[in-house]
């Protein structure tokens, strides 16, 4: 089941430098959406607001309807599930023990169970992999078992840090695939963090483009690509179509 | 024979540091231990770690025993400050002791120089004194007078016809002098001299107490600074310069005695007594040779001796048949063999104090590190606090614990409990602290709480570090614990204190040979259980072989 995210009128600093400025966003249940922008831009810091990694100073911050201050942040996270860019395995723990993290914090009674099914939606089977440490995979199942604890659990919204930037191209391609497959199996509500436009418009249904702290633009790749509300956006779109006709020559 | 009949005056701030780490300390459990242990006990003798305390205190005790008493020997005792100290707070009940030392190192009291010259008279000054200020009451004076010995070879005493102190300072800009560095920066040593007397050697050579007998002999130095009854005098024909200006305070040696033996067994006090003027110069440097140069047993030395004076018939002390056959001539293998009982009994007792120290540091240390990474604000100054501890030295440290603690293995083990809290405490700090940061946030994100990642995340990933705090802990704890002679408790720093003071390098070695041997075993010992406690991923590489195929960490990505 999937849920709702809103933020309205959120601003934050990081001592002097304004890093969210204003902003306010609807993210309906179950849609897939892409926080796209340089760094620096507020899009991270964005994303950590709806799991309470950042408190912000100002504003509101919605999860499923409900202000994200009404729970302690640990309950607020064990329902939500979260990648970031190292993947962050304990290195530890074996892979099925790591995939059932958030299942075992939720005391849930098959929780073994459920972290084997996650793996498999990754298309990792706990036969081979489950036993094995995080040290022993390459750095793409390394973050496919990332993506297999966030979703472990069945939590209604995935939030994703850049979980594909540290990964070379072919990895990478599996690891889109495996988040292809997830969100086709399961009715969960996506926000992913990026840098990469085309990625963007690859996994997500709408793409928000930032730039300082703002929101620039917010739509549809087909929007962006044929109204760019601004210069930064219509620069961004042909940086990116520029990489890509390389490739075609 | 050793730079460590004076005591050395410790400063103020490092002496209050030290009270009030052994007052947090004193609510401590190893108090009642001692408490117990003071009920009905035997008469405590003490020693100072040079050769003549050892035999002064060796007839002491045998005096004693031939009359009854039991007694508990504790020789070699740090110095003045610890012997003194724990004299005065009853831990001990006697010990010899000398007026000079008393006058200067433990009153401060300066004397006009007539006075000075007069033995009677500075034992008479310093008896009353010590009653007056301690309590404690000096039995009347052995008979000697173990005094600084300017000493020369007989052919410099020749050749520049040196006879006093005076003709020694006329002569001064030939010679090279080897004093020892406690003599050099004393009043009562150098300095005075170069006042009184006008010496100014040609050159000063600071010389450790063992070798500056083979440096004059040798003919590296000229002039070396002696106590008048050591053995080593008459080895190499030396000739003590007479100190014409009675410069130097007498230094007549007596028992010391403590206050609750004065008042709780006059019986023994009276066989003390027995003593009394008994030992004359002469005597007492041939039994300091039969020691320190001919390797005698202390306690045969201490026995034919008292047999002579008719103090003890024909009985002989406990103890005296166990011991090694003596003389140099046997080899050192065989002399170790010859004490193997003794030294696995050391052996033993040197591993309880450090097993028992380590143990309650560790469980002092890695909670209180662990804590400390929740409270980061203040985790470097306390750090740095225990840290300080490590500053103290460790004499300085026992010397501190005695009004509180006592002689013996109490304050021996808190002062090894409190060096071995810092290396703990810093790795287990820097473990947790430093812990994989992503695993961390990561755990974090999902709905940790702080204390699920403590236990979960940074305590098994800094297991490592941590131990490798506990194992630096242990090796020093091993190499400290040897310092534990200095305060009677026992272990393999006995014959280490022991041999130095009786120039014994056999002695030495049988101590300091199997206390590093120990200190490899425990850090051996140790090293197996870090490998059982490395967090599982690590250790996974012993196992893999044997229950896996083909490593999948090479297993191309699919």
């Not at chain 1, 810091?45 to 408190?55: D, P, Q």
């Not at chain 1, 729970?71 to 023990?97: D, E, F, T």
């Not at chain 2, 300095?191 to 007397?197: E, I, K, P, S």
Request: proline content about 5%; hydrophobic content about 45%.
């Amino acid at each position: 089941m999937s849920i709702s995210l809103a933020a309205r009128n959120v601003s934050h600093r990081f001592g002097n430098v304004v890093a969210l400025d204003d902003v306010s966003i609807e993210i309906p249940a179950g849609r897939a959406t892409a926080l796209v922008g340089e760094s620096g831009s507020g899009k991270t810091t964005l994303l950590r607001c709806f799991n309470r990694l950042v408190e912000p100073e100002r504003g509101q911050v919605m999860v499923g309807g409900e202000d994200v201050r009404t729970q302690s942040p640990a309950s607020l996270r064990r329902g939500i599930g979260y990648v970031q860019q190292h993947g962050g395995l304990l290195p530890h723990w074996r892979i099925l023990r790591n995939v059932a993290l958030v299942p075992t914090l939720q005391h849930m009674p098959d929780s073994t169970d459920a972290a084997r099914r996650a793996l498999e939606l990754v298309g990792l089977p706990s036969t081979q992999f489950g036993s094995r440490f995080p040290h022993e995979l390459s750095g793409g199942q390394r973050q496919r078992v990332a993506l297999a604890r966030s979703i472990a659990a069945r939590p209604g919204v995935i939030l994703l840090d850049e979980p594909f930037g540290a990964l070379d191209a072919i990895s990478r391609a599996e690891l889109q695939e495996s988040f292809d497959n997830l969100r086709r199996d399961l009715t969960v509500t996506t926000l992913l963090v990026t840098h990469d436009l085309a990625e963007a418009g690859r996994l997500a249904e709408e793409v928000v483009v930032m730039r300082k702290g703002r929101i620039e633009q917010r739509g549809s790749m087909r929007d962006l690509i044929h109204a760019p509300a601004t210069d930064y956006v219509a620069r961004l779109i042909e940086r990116a179509r520029a990489g890509l006709e390389a490739l075609r020559a | 024979m050793t730079g460590t009949r004076h005591r050395v005056r410790v400063n103020t701030p490092q002496r209050i540091c030290a009270l009030l780490i052994a007052t947090m300390i004193i609510s401590g459990t190893t108090t009642s231990a001692l408490t117990a242990q003071r009920e009905n006990r035997p008469v405590v003798v003490a020693s100072k770690p040079f050769g003549e305390s050892y035999l002064l205190a060796e007839m002491f005790s045998q005096v004693l025993e031939s009359r009854g008493f039991s007694v508990d020997r504790k020789p070699g005792l740090g110095a003045t400050e610890i012997a003194f100290g724990a004299l005065r707070t009853n831990a001990i009940d006697a010990y010899p002791e000398y007026t000079g030392t008393g006058l200067i190192a433990i009153l401060h009291d300066t004397l006009p120089d007539s006075v000075t010259a007069d033995p009677r008279a500075v034992f008479a000054h310093v008896a009353r004194r010590f009653v007056d200020l301690y309590h404690v009451r000096w039995l009347p004076p052995l008979g000697f007078q173990n005094t600084y010995a300017i000493a020369v070879t007989r052919s410099t005493a020749s050749r520049y016809h040196l006879r006093t102190l005076s003709d020694l300072a006329r002569e001064g800009s030939h010679l090279t002098a080897g004093f020892t560095a406690d003599f050099i920066g004393r009043n009562d040593g150098l300095v005075g001299l170069a006042r009184v007397y006008g010496l100014k050697p040609r050159a000063v050579r600071p010389l450790a107490p063992a070798v500056k007998y083979q440096a004059l002999a040798s003919g590296a130095v000229d002039v070396i600074d002696g106590y008048s009854t050591d053995g080593l005098l008459a080895r190499y024909d030396l000739v003590t310069l007479i100190d014409d200006k009675h410069f130097f305070p007498p230094y007549e040696a007596a028992a010391l005695i403590s206050n609750r033996l004065d008042t709780e067994a006059p019986g023994a006090v009276a066989a003390l007594t027995l003593l009394s003027g008994r030992l004359d110069e002469k005597t007492m440097r041939q039994l300091n040779r039969r020691v320190e140069v001919d390797g005698e047993d202390v306690k045969k030395v201490a026995s034919d001796e008292l047999a002579a004076l008719g103090l003890t018939g024909v009985t002989r002390a406990k103890g005296s048949i166990q011991d090694a056959p003596s003389g140099q001539q046997s080899g050192f293998l065989r002399y170790l063999w010859d004490r193997r009982a003794t030294i696995a009994e050391l052996t033993m007792r040197h591993l309880e104090l450090v097993a028992v120290a380590l143990f309650a540091a560790v469980i002092i240390a890695v909670p209180l590190g662990l804590g400390l990474e929740r409270t980061r604000r203040i985790a470097e100054p306390t750090i740095g606090g225990l840290g300080v501890l490590q500053t103290i030295p460790s004499i300085a440290l026992l010397a501190f614990m005695i009004p509180f603690l006592g002689v013996g293995v109490a304050p021996a083990l808190v002062a090894l409990w409190l060096y071995a809290l810092y290396p703990i405490a810093r790795g287990t700090y820097t473990g947790v602290r430093d812990a994989d940061p992503d695993a961390v946030a990561a755990a974090e994100a999902l709905g940790t709480t702080p204390t699920q990642r403590l236990l979960w995340v940074r305590l098994p990933l800094a297991a490592p570090v941590i131990m490798a705090g506990i194992r630096t802990a242990a090796v020093i704890t091993v190499g400290a614990a040897t310092l534990a002679a200095f305060i009677g408790a026992g272990g393999l720093g006995e014959p280490i204190v022991a041999g130095l003071a009786l120039a014994d390098t056999r002695m030495i070695l049988s101590g300091a040979l199997p206390a590093a041997v120990l200190a490899l075993a425990v850090d051996g010992v140790l090293a197996i259980v870090e490998r059982l406690v490395a967090p599982a991923h690590r250790r996974k590489r012993f196992r893999r072989s044997q229950t896996e195929g083909p490593d999948p960490a090479i297993t191309p990505a699919v």
